[in-house]
């Protein structure tokens, strides 16, 4: 074996690491990313029940995802997605992921970002699985079968 080929094999194997860590990093969009920093303020000063899992669960999301500030590939979830779920094995549910709530009356099939499904949801990929935390405490399953991003 030539001495170089032994440092060039270590070399293929340190990206194909970086490769991968990398791509297991959740990323954002910069502007859905400061939006969710905007959401654990006004959720820490509302205190509203269930305040610190929510709190919770929006300081998870912005530590453990990357802000871009270039379109995201199209199975992340993301503001303004249309996203088909199941919690718990259930049945499959459609919902849009939104920051605010519609002025006009929310819908139902809406998802607000600044509630613990959306917090969960918003930076999954589809066919991811992760853990979801329930206003009574318990957790549950979460399962993004598809996304559609924003047009």
């Not at 992921?97 to 600044?114: C, F, P």
């Amino acid at each position: 074996m030539a001495p170089g080929s032994k440092l060039q094999t270590v070399n293929i194997r340190s990206l194909a690491t970086q490769k991968l860590r990398s791509r297991d990093q959740q990323v954002l969009p910069e502007e859905d990313h400061q939006l969710l920093q905007g959401h654990l303020e006004a959720c820490e000063r509302s205190r509203a029940p269930s305040w610190t899992l929510l709190a919770y669960a929006l300081q998870s999301k912005i530590f453990n995802t990357k802000p871009v500030p270039v379109p995201v590939e199209h199975d992340i979830v993301i503001g303004g997605s249309l996203i088909t779920y199941a919690v718990d094995g259930g049945a499959l549910k459609t919902g849009l992921l939104v920051h605010q709530e519609d002025r006009g009356g929310s819908s139902s099939e809406n998802i607000l970002v600044a509630s613990l499904l959306g917090a969960t949801l918003i930076g999954m990929r589809s066919g991811q699985r992760a853990p979801l935390l329930c206003d009574d405490g318990t957790v549950k399953s979460l399962f993004v079968l598809d996304t559609i991003p924003p047009a």
